[in-house]
C-alpha cells in the first residue's frame, strides 16, 4: 500500500439530463460537460459567459472604499506639482502593483517616484526610517500598494511630518486601521464593491482605471501577472483580468517583460497562467526573495532593449541561487519537524528570511499540518519568518489569537508574515497546539486534491484536451482538471535531469492504447509506482516536438491500493532508502546478513519457522527479504499471515544455485574417483586444484563435497576431508543436501528469473 500525498476529493456529481443533451448538442464532450457542471455552471448562458472575457465585466472602481477620495487627492497631488512616493512590496504582486501606478502616474504628468522596501533592511509594508528618508528627499504624498493596512506606526509618523498616505491594500485587515487618509480595499466592511478577492496589482489597476476614467488596456499585461503569480482567486473580476491580460502580453509591448520570457525559455504566443505561476513570477519574486527588489520595476517599466536584457538576466541568475538556497533550508527543516506536533514551528540561525515562505509550504506538503519557518537573529533576539496552512485552517485567525506574542504579524488565511522574540517559539508552540486541538482542526491534514472525474486512456484525446483549455486560466477556486487514471500497466519508464529527479513513462491499457506521462520530482519513488493496482492523478496537455502533438498526463499524485513489491534484486546497494514504518529484515542464510551495512545486522530476523517471527510480522508495515528461500511456498505462507504494505525483494543468492545448476552422476562420479586416489585431502587450499583438475565451479563443487559428507561417504575435520571406507550404498538422491538444492533452484528460477509483475500475482494471490 502507498497513500497519496494529498487528500483525495472525487467531485463528479449527478449531471441532469436535460443539461446534458443541451451541451451534447453544442459539440461538447461528455468529460467537459460533467467538468463544468460539478464547478457550478449549470445553463448554457452561464457557461458562455464563463468561457469569454469582456471589458465590461469589470467592476465600477469607484465602489471599492476610499476611492474618490484617493483619486482627488491624487488629482490634487498632480496639479500642485507635489512629489508623490508610490511604496510597494517585494514580491511580484507588489513589484506589478508599483509599475502599474506608476506607469498611471506618468501618463498624468505627476511627479512621480518609487521605492520598495528591502525586506532583510526594512521588513514588510510601510517602515518609519524609510519613510523618513523619502519625506526628507521631499516626497509629500505616499501612496502604498499591495501593504499598508498593517503600517500603523509608520503612517501615524507620516502624519506628524503633514505628509498624507493613502492605502491600497488588498491584505487581511487587522482589529485596528492606520489613520491613513484613504484607505482602499476591496474588502473594507464600509465598502460596496462586489468582487473582495483582488490582488495588489488588481486594487492598483482599479485605481489606475479611477484615474484615467478609462481601462487602461495597456497595463493589462502587469495587472495578469500580479494576479496570477499571488495566487488569488481566479473568479470574476479576476479572471476577466487574467484573460484580457494574456491577451495584451502577446501583443509583444512590453520590453522587459519579452526579455524575461526570453530567459524563461516562454514562447510568447504560447504564455499562459502556468509559464506566469511557473517561470515568470519565480524570477520576479526571487530578486526580492535574495536582495533589492527595485530593478524588478524598472524591467517592467523600461524602454532600453540593452537595460531590459541586462536585468532579465540578472533576475534569471538570482532564481537559480534561489532555487538551491530553497532545496537547502527544506532539508534542514525537515530534518527539525515534530512528529507529534499537530503545528510544526521550526526555527533555525543562519536562514534566509526571504525563502522560508516556500520552504513551509514545502514542510505543508510534506507533513500535511501547517507550519511556520523562522530565521533566528542571534543579535537581536528575534526569529523571522513565514508561514503556509492547509485547507480548512485559517493560520492568520489562530496565529492572530497570539498576536501579542508577535513583534510583527500580516497575511491572510492560507500565508502569514511574523517575527517574535526567540524566547516566546516554544510558548506559540504550545499554545497553538493546544487550540488547534481544543477546536477540533486537527482533522484537517495535508492538502485536498479534486478529482473532476475518472477517464480511459483512451478517452484521453487530443480533442478533449483543446477543449478544456476553454475553461482557462486555471489557478486558485478554478483549478486545472485533474483525472484519475487506473487499470493501466507501466512501461518505458526513464529517469531525466541532472539529478534524476523527473520520470518519464507511459501507460498502457488492455486494449493496448498508450498515454505519455511526465512525472517532475518523482524520481525517488520510481519503484513505488511500478506496481500494479496503482491508481494516476494528473492534469492533460499538449506536448509539442518536432511538430507533433500528442496528450501528455503531467502526474500530480498517485496511490497504491494492497501489497507493494519492490523490486531491488540484484541491487544489493543500501544508498535507496526505505519507505517510513515498522520494518523487519528476514534472512533465510544468516550468512546473507553481509549484504547489509554493519548498523543493520543486528536486526535481521533469520527464518526458522517459529511463531515469534509470524508474530513479529503481524504488526509489520513492511519486510525486506534478504536472499531467496529454498522453499518458495515459505515466503508466500509468511505474506499470507500478515498485514504488510510493502515487501523488498533482495533475493541475494550466496550459492547462486540456480546459476550453477545441479552437479550431475557423472561429476559426482568423478570426484568420488579422485577422492578414492586421495583419500585424505586438506580441502581448504587444496580446493581450488581440485575444481581446475575436475573442472567443476568451486561454488559447485563445495556442493558437492557436502553431499558426500550428509550421505557419511566422507567426514570433514578441521577442514581435513577423510574419504570413509566401505560407507553405506545410498544414492545421492537420498542426500537432504542434494534435495535442498533441487528446491532452492527452483526457488531461484522462479524468485529470480520471474518479471517483477508474476511475482507480485502469485503473492497477492
Known amino acids: 500500500m502507498k497513500k497519496a500525498t494529498y487528500n483525495w476529493q472525487v467531485n463528479p456529481q449527478e449531471v441532469p439530463a436535460d443539461f446534458k443533451t443541451e451541451l451534447k448538442n453544442q459539440g461538447y464532450s461528455e468529460a467537459f460537460i460533467q467538468l463544468v457542471w460539478s464547478r457550478g455552471i449549470h445553463d448554457s448562458k452561464t457557461l458562455q459567459h464563463f468561457l469569454t472575457a469582456s471589458i465590461d465585466d469589470l467592476h465600477d472602481p469607484f465602489l471599492i472604499h476610499d476611492m474618490e477620495r484617493a483619486v ?115 474588502r473594507h466592511p464600509a465598502g460596496q464593491y462586489p468582487f473582495g478577492e483582488l490582488a495588489g496589482a488588481g486594487v492598483a489597476f482599479k485605481v489606475a482605471c479611477a484615474l484615467l476614467e478609462e481601462v487602461p488596456f495597456e497595463l493589462l499585461d502587469l495587472a495578469c501577472l500580479g ?58 519574486n526571487a530578486i526580492g526573495r535574495l536582495g533589492d527588489p527595485n530593478p524588478a520595476v524598472e524591467l517592467l517599466t523600461t524602454f532600453d532593449e540593452e537595460r531590459a536584457f541586462q536585468l532579465a538576466t540578472e533576475l534569471n541568475t538570482i532564481n537559480e541561487e534561489r532555487k538551491q538556497l530553497v532545496k537547502q533550508t527544506t532539508k ?45 537573529d542571534s543579535t537581536t533576539g528575534q526569529a523571522k519568518g513565514s508561514g503556509r496552512s492547509v485547507e480548512g485552517i485559517n493560520l492568520f485567525a489562530v496565529l492572530g489569537e497570539f498576536r501579542d506574542q508577535f513583534t510583527h504579524f500580516g497575511g491572510h488565511a492560507a500565508a502569514v508574515g511574523l517575527t517574535l522574540p526567540v524566547a516566546n517559539l516554544e510558548t506559540v508552540q504550545q499554545q497553538v497546539n493546544t487550540y488547534l486541538h481544543e477546536h477540533q482542526l486537527t482533522q484537517y491534514s495535508g492538502t485536498n486534491l479534486m478529482i473532476d ?11 478533449l484536451v483543446e477543449e478544456l483549455k476553454q475553461l482557462a486560466p486555471f489557478g486558485t477556486d478554478n483549478p486545472a482538471p485533474h483525472f484519475l487514471f487506473e487499470a493501466a500497466e507501466l512501461t518505458e519508464m526513464r529517469k531525466l535531469g541532472a539529478e534524476q529527479q523527473h520520470l518519464k513513462f507511459c501507460l498502457v491499457d488492455d486494449q493496448h492504447t498508450k498515454l505519455d506521462v511526465i512525472a517532475f520530482n518523482f524520481g525517488e ?46 541491487k544489493y546497494s543500501w544508498q535507496q532508502a526505505l519507505e517510513a514504518g515498522k520494518t523487519v529484515y528476514l534472512a533465510f542464510d544468516p550468512a546473507s546478513k ?32 534478504l536472499d531467496c528461500p529454498a522453499e518458495r511456498a515459505v515466503l508466500k505462507e509468511l505474506v499470507s499471515t500478515s498485514s504488510l504494505k510493502r ?55 563445495v556442493f558437492m563435497i557436502h553431499v558426500f559428507s550428509d550421505l557419511k561417504f566422507v567426514t570433514i575435520e578441521d577442514g581435513v576431508l577423510q574419504l570413509v571406507e566401505q560407507p553405506a550404498n545410498r544414492s545421492i538422491e537420498e ?27 502469485w503473492l497477492k494471490d
Open 332 to 376: 534542514e527543516a525537515l530534518a527539525l519537524i515534530e512528529p507529534d506536533a499537530a503545528f510544526q514551528l521550526i526555527a533555525k540561525a543562519d536562514w534566509n528570511p526571504g525563502i522560508l515562505g516556500i520552504v513551509a509550504g514545502n514542510v505543508v506538503k510534506q507533513t500535511g499540518q501547517p507550519a511556520v519557518v523562522l530565521a533566528i
Open 647 to 701: 515487501i523488498y525483494l533482495f533475493l541475494y543468492s550466496r550459492e547462486e544455485a540456480y546459476l550453477n545448476g545441479m552437479a550431475s552422476q557423472q561429476q559426482f562420479a568423478a570426484l568420488y574417483k579422485f577422492f578414492q586416489k586421495y583419500p585424505r585431502v586438506d580441502v581448504r587450499y587444496k580446493l581450488k586444484n581440485i575444481s581446475n583438475f575436475l573442472r567443476i565451479s568451486e561454488n559447485l563443487l
Open 735 to 761: 542426500s537432504h543436501v542434494y534435495q535442498k538444492r533441487l528446491h532452492q533452484i527452483e526457488s531461484e528460477k522462479f524468485l529470480l528469473l520471474s518479471d517483477i509483475k508474476t511475482i507480485r500475482n
Open 453 to 463: 472525474g475518472k477517464l480511459a486512456l483512451k478517452d484521453a484525446s487530443l480533442a
Open 525 to 570: 519513488v520510481a519503484e513505488e509506482l511500478q506496481q500494479t493496482d496503482t491508481q494516476f492523478v494528473g492534469d492533460l496537455d499538449i506536448n509539442e516536438w518536432n511538430g507533433h502533438r500528442k496528450v501528455q498526463l503531467q502526474l500530480i499524485d498517485f496511490k497504491v491500493e494492497g501489497l507493494q513489491v519492490i523490486d531491488r534484486r540484484a
Open 227 to 284: 494576479t496570477v503569480a499571488d495566487l488569488v482567486s481566479l473568479t470574476d473580476e479576476n479572471r476577466t483580468i487574467v484573460q484580457l491580460g494574456l491577451g495584451v502580453i502577446k501583443q509583444n509591448q512590453r520590453v522587459g517583460l519579452n526579455q524575461l520570457l526570453a530567459v524563461s525559455g516562454v514562447d510568447l504566443q504560447k504564455v499562459d497562467e502556468t509559464a506566469i505561476g511557473f517561470s515568470l513570477a519565480p524570477r520576479l
Open 72 to 186: 482627488n487627492r491624487i488629482q490634487q497631488a498632480i496639479v500642485n506639482d507635489e512629489m508623490i512616493l508610490v511604496y510597494g512590496d517585494y514580491d511580484a504582486d507588489g513589484i506589478t502593483s508599483t509599475a502599474i501606478l506608476v506607469e498611471t502616474l506618468e501618463m498624468l504628468g505627476a511627479n512621480v517616484g518609487y521605492v520598495l522596501p528591502n525586506r532583510f533592511i526594512h521588513g514588510y509594508g510601510p517602515n518609519q526610517e524609510l519613510f523618513a528618508e523619502k519625506i526628507a528627499e521631499g516626497y509629500q504624498l505616499i501612496v502604498t500598494v499591495d501593504n499598508g493596512v498593517a503600517g500603523n506606526d509608520a503612517i501615524a509618523f507620516a502624519n506628524t511630518q503633514g505628509v498624507d498616505v493613502i492605502v491600497t491594500d488588498h491584505h487581511e485587515l487587522p482589529p485596528e486601521l492606520p489613520e491613513a487618509l484613504a484607505i482602499v480595499h476591496p
Open 594 to 625: 553481509k549484504i547489509l551495512p554493519p548498523e543493520k545486522r543486528a536486526a535481521v530476523v533469520t527464518y526458522d519457522n517459529t511463531p515469534e517471527l509470524i508474530e513479529e510480522l503481524v504488526d509489520c508495515e513492511q519486510l525486506v527479504v
